[in-house]
């Protein structure tokens, strides 16, 4: 009789496949069996590439004579402390009544790796069918509809092949740059550091550009010099109620374009500010003119959803917990179903999904934090309109779409510790804010005339909730209304603005152009610039997503999205092996991340030798340029000649060096910092 072979990555989610499939088969050693099926799994990766001494004994001592190293086909091996997994996947993948095998490792680049790389060196029948199981979650729903659709393995060789290309690239720029730049500085390096043991330089296509960012901004706020500067604000009388107008040198002021302003609200000198407040107290009382009322509406839309980096860098900011540790987590989260796939770069919906969300909606009513807004959104019909909003875009999403409740799973809620259990209610609020609408404020700016010079006063109140209402967190101790606007994000300028008394704004709401207000005082306000601020553990993922830009704005962030460093599935791990090889410091309690003195030497020996590895841009192009293989644009014989040719190139130039003396005075620099 034949039967089915269902192979995942992980036992966990063998047991998952077996539940949704109904098997209660024989458990055997490394698989269950029944009688038309078989459910296996793997332990992760079960199959590596060989390192250089596999191909020549020679090759095992380090010598620039065999540099670059650039094999013409490559070599693979099972690594030896699961070569008993192997080995019994193997039997049971080239099992006789096995004749069809479905493909359930995870549904992205490195799980379609995981199961080629056994599928290579198992020797597996080509004539056997081999389908693709693709899920988002791991609900018995999503399962059976996987199993149920899906296609022909085939159907992702483009895949494949960018992740064999992605492993040999890594392979190919860490051997042979880690080789040649520890033959050529190593012993320099030791020295200078006088550690006694020689130790090898460690790079890579995607850790050295994220070295460089944090060098270079540690650098940057080295450099950074305060200047302060001097602003001049008027207390501004409207009927018993002050408020604030700042100066500001705009055309028409005696101070326009002025050598003296630091910028067009400030003085370099405090001089200049006090000849300002001489100049337009000279009539007493001092009397302000309304020359300008705007009042408008303005509105905020919910953010998008979570993708792994937007999560981690909100966690990072609430729980001070690093973004290997929010992986591990909201792995967790989807391994017990309450959550949808979570290495994902999109932060939008599919219209597939978008068309059945009532059913994720519904399973949260029985959750305490979603139970109110579950029932609101299932009541009034707003999730009906979601396909035609920004949150749902096809176009957006490569593998899978953003980070979501599933509406299941949620007895598992008990088993998780605190942490855990307060990422899911920020995913879920995340989620459910999007079927509401935007948050409006009121916004009034005036601009005030005292003489001949401009006074500007802004002010915000929120009018209509909308969105917010649903994003303000259970653990949130602060104020809600004080913190609503900022539960997306780092709490920054809009708190001020919604602190105005009712009572002021709507005596400004009256005012009227021409009004005349007594000034009370003219003060001066000393402030000073602030120099870049370091990277956290989630601005710095941020910042990888975004090729090495930390950009926060929504909008602009889809428009280059896909021009990251690293994947979603792998920017945690590199920021790990950053602090576990010690060019990094990670402080666990505020998540701040900062150089070490080898990881500033380290960044200067590639700086002087390889410096494009340093290149944010340039390492975001090769991630690109695997999207491009994976999407079938270019083909992987191009890419890995491009490839070989930027790493010949990079080694033979590394070869021809001579820079080590000049290299100990730029050392010293940054030694200074490190006494």
């Known amino acids: 009789m034949s039967k089915r072979l269902f192979i995942s990555e992980k036992p966990s989610v063998a047991n998952e496949f077996a539940k949704a499939l109904k098997i209660n088969g024989r458990k055997n050693d490394g698989y269950i069996e029944a009688e038309d099926t078989i459910i296996t799994w793997c332990v992760g990766h079960l199959v590596t590439m060989s390192y250089p ?16 190293f650039l094999p013409k086909e490559f070599l693979y091996e099972v690594i030896p402390n699961v070569s008993k997994q192997f080995n019994i996947v193997k039997g049971l993948l080239n099992r006789k009544d096995v004749t069809a095998i479905y493909v359930c490792t995870d549904s992205g680049r490195e799980g379609e790796y995981i199961y080629r790389l056994v599928d290579q060196l198992a020797q597996v029948d080509k004539n056997k069918e081999k389908r693709r199981v693709w899920i988002d979650s791991q609900t018995e729903e999503e399962i059976l509809r996987g199993i149920k659709e899906a296609k022909p393995l085939s159907a992702y060789d483009n895949l494949a092949g960018s992740a064999y290309l992605r492993a040999q690239e890594d392979y190919l720029m860490g051997i042979n740059f880690s080789r040649i730049l520890t033959l050529k500085y190593g012993q320099t390096v030791t020295n200078y550091l006088n550690t006694g043991k020689w130790s090898a330089i460690s790079v890579g296509r995607v850790m050295t550009c994220v070295l460089g960012m944090v060098v270079r901004r540690e650098r940057e706020i080295r450099a950074f010099v305060k200047t302060p500067f001097y602003r001049v604000l008027a207390s501004i009388d409207a009927s018993g109620k002050e408020f604030e107008g700042e100066w500001r040198a705009v055309e028409g002021s005696k101070y326009f374009n002025s050598h003296l302003l630091y910028k067009e609200n400030g003085f370099k000198e405090k001089k200049s500010a006090e000849i300002l407040i001489d100049e337009i107290s000279v009539n007493q009382p001092i009397q302000a003119v309304i020359e300008q009322i705007e009042k408008k509406k303005e509105k905020k839309n919910p953010p998008l959803l979570y993708n792994l980096a937007e999560l981690q860098n909100e966690c990072s900011r609430i729980f001070k917990i690093s973004p290997d540790d929010t992986l591990k987590r909201v792995q967790e989260l989807y391994e017990k179903k309450l959550v949808t796939y979570p290495r994902t770069d999109a932060r939008v919906l599919s219209t597939a999904v978008a068309k059945e969300i009532h059913k994720n909606i519904g399973g949260l009513k029985n959750y305490q934090y979603g139970q109110e807004y579950a029932n609101e959104i299932l009541s009034n019909g707003s999730y009906k309109n979601i396909s035609s909003t920004r949150y749902v875009n096809d176009k957006q999403i490569t593998d899978h779409y ?3 409740p599933t509406g299941q799973g949620l007895s598992a809620l008990n088993s998780l510790n605190s942490t855990s259990v307060k990422i899911y209610e920020i995913i879920v609020r995340r989620f459910l804010s999007i079927f509401y609408p935007p948050a409006e404020y009121q916004k009034i700016s005036l601009i005030s005339k005292i003489e001949k010079e401009s006074f500007f006063s802004n002010f915000k109140v929120l009018i209509n909730q909308g969105y917010l209402k649903v994003v303000t967190n259970s653990f949130d101790k602060r104020n809600k209304d004080a913190v609503s606007e900022n539960d997306e994000n780092s709490g920054g300028e809009e708190s001020e603005d919604m602190k105005f008394d009712t009572s002021l704004i709507d005596i400004i709401k009256n005012l009227k152009k021409g009004m005349s207000l007594p000034v009370n005082n003219l003060a001066i306000k000393e402030g000073e610039t602030s120099p870049p601020k370091r990277y956290n553990s989630g601005s710095l993922i941020l910042a990888m997503e975004n090729a090495g830009q930390l950009i926060e704005d929504d909008e602009l962030r889809a428009q280059i999205k896909g021009s990251g460093i690293g994947t979603s599935a792998t920017r945690a791990e590199i920021l790990n092996k950053l602090v576990k090889i010690t060019y990094l410091n990670l402080n666990k309690k505020t998540q701040i991340i900062t150089p070490t003195q080898l990881g500033e030497v380290i960044f200067d020996v ?14 975001a192009s090769w991630e690109k340029g695997l999207t491009y293989v994976a999407d079938g644009e270019i083909s992987m014989k191009e890419y890995s000649e491009k490839l070989e040719g930027f790493v010949s190139r990079m080694t033979n130039g590394v ?7 000049q290299l100990l005075k730029i050392f010293n620099e940054a030694a200074l910092f490190y006494k």
């Not at 070869?655 to 080590?660: A, F, G, P, Y």
């Open 402 to 404: 953003a980070i979501i």
């Open 655 to 661: 070869k021809n060096l001579n820079n080590q003396n």
């Open 606 to 619: 590639v700086n002087a030798s390889i410096r494009s590895l340093l290149n944010p841009e340039l390492t």
């Open 53 to 68: 001494e596999a191909y020549d004994t020679k090759l095992k001592k380090w010598s620039i004579e065999t540099l670059p």
